[in-house]
């Protein structure tokens, strides 16, 4: 593209664009993330989230927010640097609904926040059960009467209410000869006569 030869200098004809687009870079955030994941209402989330974004146009960082509260006057995580469309927390507690947000931020300061979405935590998981020791008879115990054979074993304090009994005649139980499943009344020691 010829120039016109005006004496101008070329740099003064591309003057007001140059200031146009310099001002885009340093215009007010109107526009507000959209949140990605996870999903409004989600339920059954493992303590470990991950969170993502939409991106905003003319961000430099995004201020991302967590709280168990609506308001969020409890927060759990502020974190006002971040670069990226995403985030990911560890270590959150089971069984609690949690509330986020986030907003963009350039040199003209923040934008305006996200809509405010919740998810829930999944439910703690049970240990497991230690097994019980068995009493009696004791292991490789012989002589044995065979008409009555009084099984007994230590009872898993308030871990378990049930107790599923099996007698065989070999040591992979492929040979049950016997099952029962217990349900063990309080108080009562953990007793079978056979």
């Not at 070999?170 to 006569?193: A, K, N, Q």
């Amino acid at each position: 593209m010829d120039l016109p030869k005006f004496g101008i200098p070329r740099v003064l004809l591309f003057l007001p664009l140059l200031l146009s687009v310099s001002g885009l870079a340093h215009a007010q955030l109107t526009l507000s993330p959209e949140l990605i994941t996870p999903e409004n209402g989600a339920e059954g989330l493992p303590t470990t989230v991950p969170f993502e974004w939409e991106q905003v146009l003319l961000t430099d960082t995004y201020h991302f927010q967590l709280a168990v509260d609506e308001d969020f006057d409890e927060l759990i995580a502020d974190l006002d640097d971040l670069s990226d469309t995403t985030a990911s927390l560890d270590d959150l507690d089971f069984e609690t609904t949690y509330f986020w947000r986030v907003r963009g931020i350039n040199v003209s300061g923040p934008g305006d926040w996200s809509e405010t979405w919740s998810f829930t935590t999944e439910e703690e998981p049970v240990d497991s059960i230690p097994p019980p020791e068995a009493l009696n008879p004791e292991n490789g115990e012989e002589d044995i009467r065979a008409d009555t054979v009084r099984i007994e074993w230590t009872r898993i304090d308030e871990a378990a209410s049930t107790y599923d009994f099996q007698l065989a005649t070999d040591t992979e139980h492929h040979r049950v000869i016997f099952w029962i499943i217990i349900l063990l009344l309080s108080g009562i020691y953990p007793t079978l006569c056979y």
